[in-house]
Antibody
């Protein structure tokens, strides 16, 4: 079955770090471009990052310098390292495949003291 | 960056009505436009991709049209299960942009 499964969301204090994972099944994450999209409580969808098949990456200004997208081809897994977390980073984080669109079910990150 | 203007923000219609949601891009996105349905507490569900292609398993009452900068999602006969928020998304650029959403309610 072709699917994406995220994990790693948690309650974390401001300034803390967290790593999200997204395991892909049925296709190779290295063959396409993969994204992270987030949705703050009661708000709309916001694209935050992409990694292309050649390894190049892009970030939204709101997370640039704090978050890092990466992948492990051997584990067919996408990662999102989030550092210096702020209250405004609180959201459900979705991984999503580009091209032939596919989304995971999301994982909740709550930044609060 | 591409801006996506979605309208209306809220829509109230009767069961069986034809419903139309519009999305306008600030520059051409060719055919790279998707529509999603999202219910509370759930992930967005892909309805339409490449502007007019129906995702497998999605009822045929959902129809997408348009290209370039003007796009439309039409529900031919609104059903109670269609109560949700709908989002358009361009995926022509490396930084996807979403519309602000349209909340669809039953009158």
């Amino acid at each position: 079955e072709v699917q994406l499964v995220e994990s790693g969301g948690d309650l974390i204090q401001p300034g803390g770090s967290l790593r999200l994972s997204c395991v892909a099944s049925g296709f190779a994450v290295s063959d396409t471009y993969m994204n992270w999209v987030r949705q703050a409580p009661g708000k709309g969808l916001e694209w935050v990052s992409v990694i292309y098949s050649d390894g190049s990456t892009h970030y939204a200004d709101s997370v640039k310098g704090r978050f890092t997208i990466s992948r492990d081809n051997s584990k067919n897994t996408l990662y999102f390292q989030m550092n210096s977390l702020r209250a405004e980073d609180t959201a459900v984080y979705y991984c999503a495949r580009g091209g032939t669109l596919l989304w995971g079910q999301g994982t909740l990150v709550t930044v609060s003291s | 960056d591409i801006q996506m203007t979605q309208s209306p923000s809220t829509l109230s219609a009767s069961v069986g009505d034809r419903v139309t949601i519009t999305c306008r891009a600030s520059q051409s996105v060719s055919k790279w436009l998707a529509w999603y349905q999202q219910k509370p507490g759930k992930a967005p569900k892909l309805l339409i991709y490449k502007a007019s292609s129906l995702e497998s398993g999605v009822p045929s009452r959902f129809r997408g049209s348009g290209s370039g900068t003007e796009f439309t999602l039409t529900i031919s006969s609104l059903q109670p299960d269609d109560v949700a928020t709908y989002y358009c998304q361009e995926y022509n650029s490396y930084s996807w942009t979403f519309g602000l959403g349209t909340r669809v309610e039953i009158k």
